[in-house]
């Protein structure tokens, strides 16, 4: 089984709505970072956390931590179609922080309908 | 832009060929990353660099890939005698700072497709 899991593994919305994007760690998190892809491209940085509780946004879209679950959950508010991508989040672990290496999830691939 | 520039973005080949992918890195940045993703899977570790050292590989690596970072600047990701199964997008990423301080920044990529 995967490492880190992210659900849905696709999400289609009507423009408007708001969604949440979920990712949960088999191993202890020692941090969680959220990146943003367009197909073909290279991976946008959204927000980095790294302590349990704590909850970033930029924009319309909010990211939290729950250590204690090793969950992160993505939440967007009134979705665009600028929204639109492959959401992935990126795990430091145990035997990784050190060396700063992030294990990804396998992505949410997220369409918004005009 | 993050500041990553990678080289080719896109290279096709037949099977058997080699192949060499180039990342130039933020120039003060002194740990260089390589990940792999495939279609519809999420990157995966390749190697990291600290400084000219490389310090990591993953069994992913086999002995028909190698990875340079000479002078501690630029890195280059060569593939040998190339398979179909080698097609992916290879990435670049280069972070800040120390480990779990900050972003880490990707290149664009260098799509391989191998005929």
């Known amino acids: 089984s995967q490492e880190l899991e992210q659900s849905p593994q696709s999400l289609i919305v009507q423009e408007g709505k708001n969604l949440t994007i979920n990712c949960t760690s088999s191993?202890?998190?020692?941090?969680l970072y959220w990146y943003k892809q367009k197909y073909g491209e290279g991976l946008i940085f959204l927000m980095m956390?790294?302590?349990?509780?704590e909850e970033k946004s930029h924009e319309k879209i909010t990211a939290k931590l729950d250590e204690k679950k090793q969950q992160s959950s993505l939440h967007i508010t009134a979705s665009q179609p600028s929204h639109a991508g492959i959401y992935l989040c990126?795990?430091?672990?145990?035997?990784?922080?050190?060396?700063?290496?992030?294990?990804f999830g396998q992505g949410t691939t997220l369409q918004v309908k005009p | 832009d993050t500041g990553v520039s990678q080289d080719p973005r896109h290279k096709i080949t037949k099977r058997g060929q080699n192949v060499t992918f180039r990342c130039d890195p933020i120039?003060?940045?002194?740990?260089l990353y390589w990940y792999r993703q495939t279609l519809g899977q999420g990157p995966e570790f390749l190697t990291y660099?600290?400084?000219?050292?490389?310090?990591?590989k993953s069994r992913l690596l086999s002995d028909r890939f190698s990875a340079e970072r000479p002078k501690g600047s630029f890195s280059t990701l060569e593939i040998q005698r190339t398979e179909q199964g080698d097609s992916a997008m290879y990435l670049c990423?280069?972070?800040?700072?120390?480990?779990?301080?900050?972003?880490?920044?990707f290149g664009e990529g260098s799509r391989l497709t191998v005929l």
């Open positions: 990126g795990a430091l672990t145990h035997g990784s922080s050190n060396t700063g290496k992030l294990i």
């Open positions: 191993k202890t998190l020692y941090g």
């Open positions: 956390l790294q302590k349990g509780g």
């Open positions: 120039s003060e940045h002194n740990r």
């Open positions: 660099f600290q400084n000219e050292a490389q310090l990591e």
């Open positions: 990423a280069s972070p800040p700072g120390l480990p779990n301080h900050g972003e880490l920044f």
